[in-house]
């Protein structure tokens, strides 16, 4: 066997590439990178196991006109003399870049990727080969290097993720020249990958051969380094998500975090945790930077209250001990979370129970005379009375005005027998509820006067007493909670 295909059946078999059985998908452009991948699979083909169940996929991108017909009929040809199933998908790549307002680079790989991805799952592959190498390798190193990315950026390319293999990133770009020739092999030369216009050009053209008149070896050592660095991300990740998970707080909408658990982690990890949660509230990583990481810093370490705009219409607050991440007005009053209902209480006296429906849970009005429970303080704890979500007030001190609504400026309770006020917002500030969960907050109301903050503050002047006649009994129930 020629030392190549040695070399790369060693990495296929030490990183778990193929299995035998595995039925193959390969990316093939005429190019020598991906002629090379088909050629040293069919080589190995037997030793693999992979018998006949390799499938070529050729994306024309329609933008070198004849030059890019004859790299398709290249292609075609070279896999019908060896026998190998091609299929090949045309796609103006051009207009479809300009409708989505991306590269044409970008627009060519999306369009690519998707293909295989189709393509694999109709002919049942197991497996969608690629032909990036080791020069593919350092090039994306410095790339994301120039990008200012971290670790991950720096491992560079990942020998495998989900169903995509990448069985020559061990050799580099000469390695499979020569190969080629060994073989006698001809291949497809893409003009524009010989030009500087785009940035990738420019590092593989322009920095590489600089780095190597300083050191001849200088790919192989940036592609240790990606594999080094791979192994620390792996690391890494491992501890990410076991605090991250740790530092969670149950959200009905994006993210919270807890500041004092993630301020106990390492400096890394606490970025990491919140590139993490960013992810997760925008659903891609793409675009996500040190600088934002660096913006959510700032508001954990800032008064609470504090917040920062992020891509994706996210934003980043932190509201006393809790980091919250969520999309802009995510929570904010709508016409379907609003709330104003009048409460019918001559209607509530005549039947004994009225029930109302809240975005949130319920609530539940029951109606007794006063003999029926018995004077006194005790008939004010009909309930446990450590059950915040129900109350008992004095129907005569109440009347047919009172409401059930979200707050209002101007809202006030009172809190004691003396007739001490406090305004609403004050009671939501030292019971450290979230800003934005304080503009939904169920209250009972008479004009600006609050005699219930649900779950949370009841107004002293509506207790129960001797002279009490009829009692009225209000109970919040959650819509999680069984009614």
């Not at 040695?6 to 991906?34: C, H, R």
């Not at 992979?50 to 996929?57: G, R």
């Not at 500041?259 to 793409?286: N, P, Y």
């Not at 800003?435 to 207790?463: C, F, H, M, Q, S």
């Amino acid at each position: 066997m020629i030392r190549f295909e040695e070399e790369i059946y060693k990495f296929i078999t030490d990183n778990g590439l193929l299995e035998p059985g595995d039925k193959v998908l390969l990316g093939v452009s005429g190019g020598a990178d991906s002629v090379c991948l088909l050629r040293v699979l069919l080589a190995l083909r037997t030793r693999l196991g992979l018998n006949h169940t390799i499938v070529v996929a050729h994306v024309n991108h329609m933008l070198r006109g004849e030059e890019a017909d004859a790299d398709e009929v290249f292609t075609r040809t070279l896999c019908e003399k060896h026998g190998v199933e091609f299929y090949a998908y045309h796609k103006d790549i051009h207009a479809m870049a300009e409708a989505l307002g991306i590269s044409t680079e970008e627009a060519g790989r999306n369009y690519r990727y998707q293909v295989f991805e189709e393509l694999s799952k109709e002919k049942g592959c197991h497996k969608i080969a690629v032909a990036h190498h080791r020069d593919d390798m350092a090039e994306t190193v410095l790339l994301n290097m120039l990008r200012g990315s971290g670790i991950a950026g720096m491992a560079g390319i990942a020998p495998v993720r989900g169903k995509i293999i990448r069985p020559l990133l061990n050799v580099g770009r000469k390695d499979i020249e020569q190969y080629l020739d060994e073989l006698g092999q001809d291949y497809v030369t893409d003009m524009t990958n010989l030009g500087t216009d785009y940035t990738r050009n420019k590092v593989r053209h322009i920095l590489m051969p600089e780095m190597e008149k300083l050191n001849p070896g200088a790919i192989e050592h940036i592609a240790s380094f990606a594999d080094d660095s791979r192994k620390i991300e792996e690391y890494l990740d491992r501890q990410t998500k076991e605090a991250y998970e740790k530092a969670k707080i149950a959200s009905e909408a994006g993210v919270k975090l807890s500041i004092s658990v993630m301020k106990a982690l390492d400096d890394i990890i606490i970025r990491r945790a919140i590139h993490c949660a960013l992810a997760e509230v925008a659903g891609k990583r793409k675009d996500i930077t040190r600088r934002h990481i660096e913006a959510v810093i700032s508001v954990i370490n800032g008064e609470s209250g504090g917040f920062v705009n992020m891509p994706y219409e996210m934003i980043a607050r932190k509201s006393y001990d809790e980091l919250i991440i969520e999309k802009l007005c995510s929570d904010r009053i709508d016409e379907k979370t609003a709330i104003h209902i009048n409460i019918d209480m001559q209607r509530l006296k005549v039947e004994g129970q009225l029930i109302y429906d809240l975005p949130e849970g319920s609530l539940i009005i029951k109606y007794f005379e006063g003999e029926k429970l018995g004077h006194g303080e005790g008939c004010n704890k009909p309930t446990d009375e450590k059950n915040e979500c129900t109350k008992i007030f004095d129907y005569d001190k109440m009347n047919s005005t009172v409401c059930i609504r979200n707050p209002l400026e101007g809202d006030y309770i009172i809190i004691d027998k003396e007739g001490h006020t406090k305004k609403l917002n004050r009671v939501f500030i030292d019971a450290k509820i979230d800003r934005r969960a304080r503009e939904k907050w169920p209250v009972v109301a008479k004009g600006t006067e609050i005699l219930w903050a649900v779950d949370l503050r009841y107004n002293e002047a509506y207790r129960v007493d001797v002279s009490t006649e009829g009692i009225v009994m209000m109970t919040y129930m959650r819509a999680c909670e069984d009614k």
